[in-house]
């Protein structure tokens, strides 16, 4: 399904601004993205506040004689070697929850339940928000996967679904949401996707910079990229889609005209990115400009290696690889060229797990200690780690045990970050101790 361009028009006026914007950046992606193009900061390293120093407060004096305001600048914290963190179950008796999140207004965080169901939960208190089940495929890498809620959620409702369907393709649909409800009858299917395989179907959908809605999809399943959809841009499998919703005029949704392939002549319109194999979370870590973000991809292996890679918003065209490549591997063939791919910025082998699932980057008041840092896990093993560009991959699963059938994380109302467990519990990162 194709939109035709009624978009362009509305992007034009910035298209100049956005087109200086993504050839500076494109460079910095091809190197796999170096220090300079991540804004990220930290309060730990060696000039952190040992434990045993109190709150840092600081005295002024304003414009009245003799009164004083008091600050608190920061919170205590210890060095990252220091840090002890614990997993504290939230919330339970979810049926087969795989993500959780918020909804913009910050009132309601939603559980989406694989079987087809989008669950509403405050403070234990559990409220089906959508039923789908009926129109839901469920097993295995099927089911309803993903939500998001529109940037403008506030003033125009919107809220987005993938699922796969009862043909077993993948579908992204639009709802109405009021009074922490979806309004079914407002359910507008604006883009599906067949499915040749009933697995890899990515499963995440989010929205980005410049307010479009990204969907990773994965090849199309079996093995080895068996229909090869990985290097096709003309195929919307294998690919991250970038499309701007709701449509003008009608129409279920628009090109964004930096997309690389407007034109339908290279590629489908749609494809932003391609080389992805089984995109299952990615997540963007936007830059305090607003326009531009890190985007984590976490994308799932075949069966050597799972892979986390950073690439920028701005970046069009980024081949992450497959199936020339898994991680930072060659895998068609015993030679390939790593300078055409984005390559992972970390990778595990199976001798570690076996389905990498992809969170978050830490941004939550809570613990200063870990801002920045991505979180993720293993379907499989149940590890928890997160990664910075400062100070690399740290394990914390010796601290916060192995949780079972993790399959994805969620950035909760209050910003702090959640972990979900196919067994049905939530659970919050905390401080231990
Ligand atoms: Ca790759």
């Given at each position: 399904?194709?939109s035709?361009?009624?978009?362009?028009?509305?992007?034009?006026?910035?298209m100049i601004?956005?087109?200086?914007?993504?050839?500076?950046?494109l460079?910095?992606?091809?190197?796999?993205?170096?220090?300079?193009?991540v804004?990220?900061t930290?309060?730990t390293?060696?000039?952190a506040?040992?434990p045993?120093?109190?709150?840092v407060?600081?005295t002024?004096?304003?414009?009245?004689?003799g009164?004083?305001?008091?600050?608190?600048v920061?919170p205590?914290?210890?060095?990252?070697?220091?840090?002890?963190i614990?997993?504290?179950?939230?919330?339970?008796?979810?049926d087969?929850p795989?993500?959780?999140?918020?909804?913009?207004?910050?009132?309601?965080?939603?559980?989406?339940?694989?079987?087809?169901?989008?669950?509403?939960?405050?403070?234990g208190?559990h409220?089906?928000?959508l039923?789908?089940?009926?129109?839901?495929?469920?097993?295995g890498?099927?089911?309803?996967?993903?939500?998001?809620?529109?940037?403008?959620?506030?003033?125009?409702r919107l809220a987005?679904?993938?699922?796969?369907?009862?043909r077993?393709?993948?579908?992204?649909?639009?709802?109405?949401?009021h009074?922490?409800?979806?309004?079914?009858?407002?359910?507008?299917a604006?883009l599906?996707?067949?499915?040749p395989?009933?697995?890899?179907?990515?499963?995440?959908?989010?929205?980005?910079p410049?307010?479009?809605?990204?969907?990773?999809?994965?090849?199309?399943?079996?093995?080895?990229d068996?229909?090869?959809?990985?290097?096709?841009?003309?195929?919307?499998?294998?690919?991250?889609?970038?499309?701007a919703?709701?449509g003008?005029d009608?129409?279920p949704?628009?090109i964004p005209e930096l997309?690389?392939y407007?034109?339908?002549?290279?590629?489908?319109?749609?494809v932003?990115w391609?080389?992805l194999?089984?995109?299952?979370?990615?997540?963007f870590?936007?830059?305090?400009?607003?326009?531009?973000?890190?985007?984590?991809?976490?994308d799932?292996g075949?069966?050597?290696?799972?892979?986390?890679?950073l690439?920028?918003?701005?970046?069009?065209?980024?081949?992450?690889?497959?199936?020339v490549?898994?991680g930072?591997?060659?895998f068609?063939?015993?030679?390939c060229?790593r300078n055409?791919?984005?390559?992972?910025?970390?990778?595990y082998?199976?001798?570690d797990?076996?389905?990498?699932?992809?969170?978050?980057?830490y941004?939550?008041?809570?613990?200063?200690?870990l801002?920045?840092h991505?979180?993720?896990?293993?379907?499989c093993?149940?590890?928890?780690?997160?990664?910075?560009?400062?100070?690399?991959?740290?394990?914390w699963?010796?601290?916060?045990?192995?949780?079972p059938q993790?399959?994805?994380?969620?950035?909760?109302?209050?910003?702090?970050?959640?972990?979900?467990?196919?067994t049905?519990?939530?659970y919050?990162?905390?401080?231990?101790?």
């Amino acid at each position: 399904m194709l939109s035709g361009f009624r978009g362009a028009e509305r992007y034009a006026a910035g298209m100049i601004r956005f087109r200086i914007a993504g050839l500076a950046t494109l460079a910095l992606a091809a190197t796999g993205c170096t220090s300079d193009a991540v804004s990220l900061t930290s309060t730990t390293g060696p000039s952190a506040i040992t434990p045993s120093t109190a709150p840092v407060s600081s005295t002024s004096t304003t414009g009245n004689p003799g009164e004083t305001t008091t600050t608190v600048v920061a919170p205590t914290t210890v060095p990252l070697s220091e840090l002890r963190i614990t997993l504290i179950e939230t919330d339970s008796g979810f049926d087969r929850p795989v993500l959780l999140v918020a909804d913009p207004d910050g009132g309601h965080d939603y559980i989406v339940e694989q079987p087809g169901r989008i669950v509403r939960a405050d403070g234990g208190e559990h409220a089906v928000a959508l039923d789908i089940r009926g129109a839901v495929k469920f097993g295995g890498e099927q089911g309803l996967l993903g939500l998001a809620f529109h940037p403008g959620f506030a003033l125009n409702r919107l809220a987005y679904v993938n699922y796969i369907d009862n043909r077993g393709a993948t579908v992204i649909e639009q709802f109405e949401v009021h009074d922490g409800i979806f309004a079914v009858a407002t359910g507008s299917a604006i883009l599906v996707i067949g499915q040749p395989a009933g697995n890899h179907n990515g499963g995440m959908i989010a929205f980005g910079p410049r307010g479009f809605l990204w969907i990773g999809m994965g090849d199309g399943g079996a093995a080895n990229d068996a229909f090869g959809n990985g290097q096709n841009p003309h195929t919307l499998l294998g690919s991250m889609l970038r499309i701007a919703v709701p449509g003008s005029d009608g129409a279920p949704y628009d090109i964004p005209e930096l997309n690389p392939y407007t034109d339908g002549a290279d590629g489908a319109p749609e494809v932003y990115w391609t080389g992805l194999r089984n995109p299952w979370r990615f997540a963007f870590d936007f830059f305090e400009d607003g326009v531009g973000a890190n985007v984590w991809v976490a994308d799932v292996g075949q069966d050597e290696i799972e892979e986390v890679s950073l690439v920028l918003s701005d970046s069009r065209r980024a081949n992450l690889g497959w199936p020339v490549m898994e991680g930072s591997e060659c895998f068609q063939s015993e030679s390939c060229d790593r300078n055409s791919f984005i390559l992972p910025v970390t990778e595990y082998t199976h001798d570690d797990g076996c389905s990498i699932t992809g969170g978050y980057v830490y941004r939550g008041d809570s613990i200063p200690e870990l801002d920045g840092h991505y979180f993720y896990s293993d379907f499989c093993s149940g590890f928890l780690r997160s990664y910075s560009l400062e100070s690399g991959n740290h394990d914390w699963t010796g601290m916060t045990g192995i949780t079972p059938q993790m399959s994805g994380f969620g950035i909760g109302r209050g910003g702090e970050l959640y972990v979900v467990s196919l067994t049905g519990s939530i659970y919050r990162i905390e401080r231990a101790g």
